[in-house]
């Protein structure tokens, strides 16, 4: 190798500095074991040297300068052995050792306590002759292992570290076995003995020296004064030191406090941690937890070793349990449960004996009161045999561990469940330990225990949910169970916890009854909640069956629901309830309630007829407005149910009209209508004029709908087609839950009135006038126009301006738009004419009249001029007689005229005995006014006829002679 390599001096006050070794090289250190305040190694195997100074050096490649084989000195020529000083800084107690990736627990300083933490599946190596001890104990479940030279190893996590199949494992250093902590204590007490150990160290070529001890009988109580430690130590004991190595190992280390040699090689009390070094401000002492470092008198190139351990001879057995045999109560359920194992037992050459029950049983862990129990009754345990048998005190078998005497084997039965005291864990242990006695074949004996740790049985149950809906809260009730399963502990009582939620759609984010806050209170066996305060009105109470988990819900009020677009949006309650067991073991069991919000709704009166739920409908006719306002009112009922009280208002915005609108569009007199809502109340408005308004009280949605102006209708052929209104009304309950209702309004058209006029009786050639209109109405669509005249079959229409003139049969008639006629009478007229006129309003309503003038004539009576004709019966010898000739008459101003007979017939002149006969026979005379004619009849014998034509001419026949008076007179 080449020569040492100097490292710098001593750095200056709080600083740091990083050095790397050069590989292959020895060192030399310039500064001397009274310069240095602490050794430590960090998490990358760097070696951190600090400073009485306050400053620190870092050696980075400490760890493969060690690997290396090279070897440092220090300032004043004392050679150390790098290995060593590695290995008792950060490679003996509780470190891996790279070999066999085991962690060494070596013999403590004297009078010092060392505390090891145990981890999960770690192999440990207890790297000391049990001779070196002098007894052993578990005390909360630590174990306490005491050593000849007064210290102690406190396994601080045993009895935790110990349970499951993940054990850490233990390892003799004398013996090639793997032991519970239960054979150690009982190793420990069986090879006690009160020898003072002695170690020496040599030179590699001597004989290794074999230690003796005595170890007194084990210390079962453990020691009260176990001192802090923060990690496992081990303490080597190296012979007496140079003034140097005596400098070396008085320093104070970072890890903890100054201790000495023992056991072989160097003293450290604790193991250093892997923090980064801040140098001195940080450091200082840690006080019993001091790392003391005492370095040998070292030969030129003599490494230091620890020397091997070597047993005594004829030690005795070795007996060793098992593990610790876990079993759960839980599967009582099926019946007894059983677990099974054997002890390892190690006779050595004076053959086997056998294995008892010494009668040394013990238990710990979570006990209900301190005291091995059953349902509350206490347990004694008693050797029956080769085994032991747990029975109560009223006569219940518990538990029992039966013996094989000849090679170890044992089977542990448990029928009852045991009281545990830990009602917050549901695995809770409790240890049970059996002291079992291994003899060889010449008596010696040793022993060993039987642990077997009991896990808890715990309930188990089942919330339960129900569902309430508002909608029907009078109050409103839910009933319910939980699922209940006491387990092997048997039945306890079932309890609220006092946790109470309510989630869900709760309106705030607080749960309120009508916006006032709800208090809950639990008691053992239910809640209550009240409105306001604790002694408030009851809002809702849930009661609680302690023994069977039976319970009633009950509502009285409304809760107040977020989500006003979901009528049937929840809030869900939440009770904490836990189901306990015998020995105080909990199982949650959550009683949730989900509540639906109710939403107002719509009274139905169930009348016949009348409009749906939520809908009113009014009618009014414009036709008298003539008489001021139109008026309709009515109300809308809503039931709030549980969320009262309710308003009442308009949906803004939802306005719509519909139906026989002139246009298409709303208007009044063709301007146009818009509908708003001012200060709750909808008004239309043309212009500035308001023609409706439709108002509803908030409270008890009472409406009143007013129209003052008529609405432009389009049907001018139906005097009553509708305009409909639509009005939106929305219910709103307390928490805003609502339902939309509507009024229809129906406005029907009004439309003119027009109404006959005459008879107007003039003489002809007079004229008359007037105006049609003047008894018509015309109703609220103003103005009223006369647009159609008819006459016979003809119609005509009336110009918008002018005269309209229509030729009649007895006089012509003029008139215009506004219902001004005159009317003049032809001069030879005489009878009445009849004139139909339509009068129609402003949105195109009709209607229709007549005016009707009789011309009247001023001399109605014609004057007929008579006739006369003379007939000679001589000439009836010939035949028929025919006399024809005419009648005229004067028909004045009403000609011309017609004749015809009026059926008055006389006689006179020289009439046989004064009456007209024929050969004796009575003549007489009818008028058949169909034929106009006259006919003479004596006995059925027509004697004469006179037939008159209508322009006055006429035909005398005489078919018989009548019998005349003067015979003498032959005319």
């Known amino acids: 190798m080449a020569s040492n390599n100097i490292i710098m001096a ?8 990083n050095y790397d070794l050069p590989a292959n090289e020895n060192a030399k250190l310039s500064f001397s074991p009274s310069d240095i305040d602490g050794l430590k190694l960090d998490g990358n195997g760097s070696l951190v040297i600090s400073f009485v100074e306050g400053g620190n050096v870092t050696i980075n490649n400490f760890q493969s300068f060690v690997d290396n084989g090279n070897t440092l000195t220090l300032a004043d020529g004392t050679a150390v052995d790098p290995k060593l000083l590695f290995e008792g800084l950060g490679g003996i107690n509780d470190n891996r050792a790279a070999a066999n990736d085991l962690i060494k627990i070596g013999v403590p300083a004297d009078g010092a306590t060392e505390q090891v933490t145990l981890e999960k599946g770690q192999k440990y190596l207890l790297d000391f002759d049990l001779t070196e ?44 076995c793997i ?38 009988d084990a210390d079962m109580e453990g020691k009260e004064d176990i001192g802090p430690g923060n990690a496992t130590k081990l303490a080597y004991k190296a012979p007496e030191a140079e003034p140097t190595a005596e400098e070396l190992a008085e320093i104070e280390t970072a890890a903890g406090g100054a201790g000495r040699p023992a056991g072989g ?17 940080d450091i200082g002492p840690l006080g019993q937890t001091q790392l003391s470092y005492e370095a040998p008198r070292l030969d030129p190139g003599r490494p230091f070793i620890d020397q091997p351990n070597n047993p005594p001879a004829n030690s005795g057995p070795l007996a060793i349990g098992p593990a610790a045999k876990f079993i759960d109560e839980t599967n009582l359920a099926n019946g007894p449960v059983k677990t099974s194992g054997s002890i390892s037992i190690d006779y050595g050459a004076d053959g086997p004996g056998g294995v008892a029950p010494n009668g040394g ?21 008693t050797v029956v045999g080769n085994s032991y048998v747990g029975t109560t005190l009223n006569g219940v078998k518990v538990f029992q561990l039966d013996i094989d005497p000849t090679d170890g084997d044992f089977d542990f039965t448990q029928f009852e469940q045991l009281d545990h005291a830990n009602g917050n864990d549901a695995n809770d242990q409790i240890v049970l330990n059996f002291g079992l006695t291994a003899r060889d074949g010449d008596g010696d004996s040793v022993g060993t225990t039987v642990q077997i740790v009991v896990a808890d049985d715990a309930p188990t149950a089942s919330g339960a949910t129900g569902e309430v809906d508002e909608t029907k809260l009078s109050p409103v009730e839910v009933t319910g169970n939980l699922t209940v399963d006491f387990g092997q502990d048997g039945a306890g009582t079932i309890v609220t916890t006092g946790s109470f939620e309510a989630s869900g759609s709760v309106k705030g984010g607080v749960l309120m009854s009508s916006g006032v806050p709800i208090v809950v209170e639990s008691t053992p066996s239910g809640y209550l909640g009240r409105v306001g305060s604790a002694t408030g009105p009851v809002a809702f109470e849930l009661t609680l069956n302690q023994q069977t988990g039976a319970f009633t819900y009950t509502q009285r009020v409304n809760l107040d629901h977020a989500d006003n677009n979901d009528e049937n949006d929840i809030i869900t309650l939440t009770f904490g309830t836990n189901v306990v067991d015998y020995d105080g073991d909990k199982a949650p069991a959550p009683i949730i309630i989900n509540i639906k919000d109710d939403a107002p709704t719509w009274y139905d009166c169930g009348c016949p007829g009348k409009p749906t739920p939520g809908n009113a409908e009014e009618i009014v006719d414009e036709t008298f407005l003539a008489n001021g306002s139109l008026v309709r009112t009515g109300q809308l009922v809503a039931e709030f149910g549980a969320d009262k009280p309710g308003t009442y208002e308009f949906k803004d915005g939802s306005f719509v009209s519909s139906g026989s609108k002139l246009g298409g569009n709303l208007t009044h007199n063709g301007v146009p209508v818009v509908v708003a809502i001012e200060n709750g109340v909808y008004v239309g408005k043309a212009g500035n004029l308001v023609i409706f308004t439709m108002a509803i009280d908030k409270t008890t949605g009472n409406y009143k ?34 339902v939309e209702g509507k009024i229809t309004v129906k406005v029907l058209d009004d439309a003119p009135d027009a109404v006959n006029d005459g008879l107007f009786i003039i003489n002809q050639g007079e004229t008359i006038n007037g105006n049609v209109t003047s008894n018509d109405n015309p109703g609220q669509d103003t103005p009223g126009k006369v647009v159609k005249v008819a006459f016979g079959n003809q119609t005509f229409d ?13 006089g012509v ?14 001069g030879n007229a005489q009878g009445i004419d009849s004139f139909t006129y339509t009068l129609r309003d402003f949105d195109g309503d009709t209607d229709t009249a007549t005016l009707e003038i009789c011309v009247n004539d001023i001399d109605t009576t014609p004057v007929i001029t008579p006739a006369t004709e003379t007939v000679d019966e001589t000439a009836l010898a010939g035949g028929v007689i025919t006399e024809t000739g005419s009648v005229t008459a004067n028909f004045f101003g009403d000609g011309p005229g017609t004749f015809s007979g009026n059926n008055v017939f006389s006689y006179g002149g020289s009439a046989l005995n004064g009456n007209l006969t024929h050969q004796g026979q009575q003549v007489a005379v009818s008028f058949n006014s169909q034929t106009n004619t006259y006919t003479g009849v004596a006995n059925g014998i027509t004697i004469f006829t006179l037939s008159i034509a209508d322009n006055g001419s006429y035909e005398f026949k005489l078919y018989q002679e009548l019998d005349h008076a003067d015979g003498n007179n032959a005319d």
């Open 10 to 17: 001593v750095p200056s006050a709080n600083t740091s500095v």
């Open 133 to 176: 001890t002098q007894g052993a104990d578990m005390k909360n479940g630590q174990m306490v292992i005491n050593f000849e030279n007064g210290g102690k190893i406190v396994i601080a996590n045993y009895e935790q570290a110990m349970k499951g199949a993940d054990a850490p494992e233990l390892n003799l250093a004398s013996k090639t």
């Open 179 to 216: 032991v519970t902590g239960d054979d150690l204590i009982t190793n420990i007490q069986a090879m006690g003995k009160t020898a003072t150990p002695e170690v020496a160290v040599v030179e590699e070529e001597k004989e290794n020296v074999g230690r003796k001890s005595k170890v007194a």
């Open 265 to 281: 090689g160097y003293g450290f009390n604790s193991r250093p941690g892997t923090e980064p070094f801040q140098g001195k401000p």
């Open 361 to 381: 049983f013990s238990s710990g862990g979570s006990q209900t009161g301190g005291q091995l129990s059953s349902n509350g009754v206490p347990i004694v345990v």
């Open 705 to 738: 709908y007013e129209q003052f102006e008529q609405i432009d209708h389009a049907d001018g052929t139906n005097p009553d087609d509708v305009i409909s209104f639509e009005f939106t009304v929305v219910a709103k309950d307390f928490e805003g839950d609502a």
């Open 798 to 810: 009336v110009p918008v301006n002018g005269q309209l003139t229509v030729n009649g049969a007895h």
């Open 813 to 826: 008639l003029k008139i215009d738009q506004n219902g001004v006629y005159t009317y003049t009478a032809n």
